[in-house]
């Protein structure tokens, strides 16, 4: 708690603390969202390769490759994590139904196992290489991939199953709110000589074109999704309507 109070003191500005609320608590909203519509319409919301790269970032970015010195962010990603584990639960207790080939769905389960531990692997040994201390390159590659996925899955479920409407607006903007969070406050982590501030002491990258392309092009595609959510919506709602006039011959 120490540690965590002095992260919020030291390490963070007041803007930078109201700019990772934003991002928590619509991140939360979303998750909590997804995690309602999943248990009532008893199947899983979030495209498989995305949830198994999920859970495998959460728990080696909260657990194994701890962010130095910003407590308050390790604290975050893991209640994301716990989060993440119930998402997971839903994906074994409904995934398999959701299967159409049948060697699928006889080894879903393994297949989830071993697509969580591929991922998790792929994940620890990225930072390693590029030195992605944070996990923020790898993180924003992920909420990319989910961006374009959930498009696929939209299309793939026309009956909106455990789609619900409010997530992709919360996803939107707690991407948003972290990628403005990110603009302002990582490149201030390093020094003078672009090596960063805290051990491990990683050179920065030459230039943040790649973090830039992906804080802008993320909350695009969140629109377009959007976008095509409710005209989903609006077409499922014509196909329901019943007529209230008189019949005719």
């Not at 965590?4 to 003191?9: G, K, P, R």
């Not at 959930?150 to 026309?158: C, D, K, T, V, Y």
């Not at 095509?228 to 007529?243: D, E, I």
Request: net charge positive; charged share 10%.
């Amino acid at each position: 708690m120490a540690a965590f109070l002095y992260s919020l003191e030291h390490d963070l500005s007041p803007t930078l603390l109201v700019i990772a609320g934003v991002m928590f608590l619509a991140w939360t909203a979303a998750y909590l969202q997804i995690v309602r519509q999943c248990h009532r319409d008893k199947t899983y919301g979030i495209p498989l390769v995305v949830i198994f790269f999920n859970i495998a970032w959460e728990f080696i970015f909260s657990f194994q490759l701890v962010a130095p010195g910003v407590p308050v962010l390790v604290w975050g990603n893991r209640l994301w994590f716990f989060a993440d584990v119930i998402i997971v639960s839903q994906v074994l207790m409904y995934g398999r139904n959701a299967q159409i080939h049948p060697w699928v769905k006889q080894h879903f389960h393994v297949i989830c196992g071993v697509g969580i531990l591929l991922c998790g692997l792929a994940l620890f040994f990225f930072s390693k290489y590029t030195g992605d201390v944070y996990g923020l390159a790898s993180s924003f590659m992920i909420n990319f991939a989910m961006s374009v996925l959930f498009i696929n899955l939209l299309f793939a479920r026309p009956d909106l199953r455990g789609l619900p409407a409010g997530a992709g607006w919360t996803k939107m903007i707690g991407t948003a709110a972290g990628a403005v969070f990110c603009y302002l406050w990582w490149p201030t982590q390093f020094d003078a000589n672009g090596v960063l501030i805290r051990p491990p002491y990683v050179m920065r990258a030459t230039d943040f074109r790649f973090l830039y392309f992906m804080f802008l092009t993320i909350p695009v595609i969140d629109c377009l999704y959007i976008y095509l959510y409710h005209q989903q919506r609006k077409a499922l709602a014509a196909k329901t309507a019943v007529p209230t006039g008189p019949a005719t011959v």
